[in-house]
């Protein structure tokens, strides 16, 4: 069995998508998970990993990738991906006319969002 036979035919609602992803955060589940069009890209980045892990013996880089397209999975099924990019297009035309936008420190907004996924950040 590979992973193109894991895909259920049963259409999943966002939550349900999300739930599974909260359980199980096994490499076949995401592929299952993202976006049809988004499976070619995670089997590509996988492979690699996976390649790269084979010679050095270290699976850290291969579960920063999965830890990725995690995140990515979960913000795409939720709508938070079509958010971020809307929010970002926003501030792109503000910026392009010259206002001033007000905002938050990068690391503060990184620890806010680790803290709800329940990420551990290195320091």
């Known amino acids: ?12 609602t966002p939550e349900q998508i999300v739930k599974s992803l909260d359980r199980d955060r096994s490499p076949r589940n995401i592929r299952a998970c993202l976006p049809h ?5 995670f089997d590509k980045d996988f492979r690699q990993a996976m390649a790269k892990a084979t ?15 995690w995140h990515m999975a979960r913000m ?6 079509e958010d971020l990019l809307e929010q ?4 792109q035309d503000q910026i392009e006319c010259g206002e001033y936008i007000p905002g938050r420190p990068l690391q503060e907004v990184i620890a806010e969002r680790a ?9």
């Open 1 to 12: 069995m590979n992973a193109e036979h894991y895909e259920s035919s049963v259409t999943r």
């Open 37 to 41: 069009a988004d499976r070619t890209y």
């Open 55 to 69: 010679e050095e013996l270290d699976l850290g880089p291969v579960n920063e990738l999965l830890a990725h397209w």
């Open 76 to 81: 795409k099924a939720s709508g938070e991906y």
């Open 88 to 91: 970002a297009a926003r501030l």
């Open 115 to 123: 803290a709800e996924l329940g990420v551990r950040l290195n320091r």
